[in-house]
């Protein structure tokens, strides 16, 4: 099989298989270059239109004009209903911090 060339990046793939060729396609630097040359075709052709940007410009302001509510977070996680662990983990902790500090001296 011969070599299959990539009209938008300008290249050749080093092996022609299928599956070479589609993870070719799908990657990133191919759609950014198919989207270039589309995009350049459209501007050559004049139905580009330059007012849409690809960023909105939105603001907070924007966001909470119509809104009366005050914006709140949801309360944390907690564990009520289950028991505390056993009272050997904070001990051993203790004595796992006591140890290493007189490791350290």
């Known amino acids: 099989m011969p070599k299959y060339y990539c009209d938008y ?26 989207c270039n040359y589309y995009e350049l075709k459209a501007k050559e052709l004049g139905i ?15 966001l909470n004009k119509d809104n ?16 505390l662990p056993p009272k050997s983990i ?3 902790t203790k004595e796992y911090q006591k140890a290493i500090y007189k490791s350290t001296k």
């Open 48 to 62: 580009w239109d330059n007012s849409t940007d690809d960023k909105p410009n939105i603001t907070l302001k924007d």
């Open 9 to 34: 990046c300008k290249s050749y793939l080093t092996h022609d298989t299928m599956s070479v060729r589609k993870s070719h396609l799908i990657g990133k630097n191919h759609i950014k270059n198919y």
């Open 90 to 92: 904070f001990h051993n």
């Open 68 to 83: 009366d509510d005050d914006f709140m977070l949801p309360p944390p996680n907690h564990l009520t209903g289950l028991p």
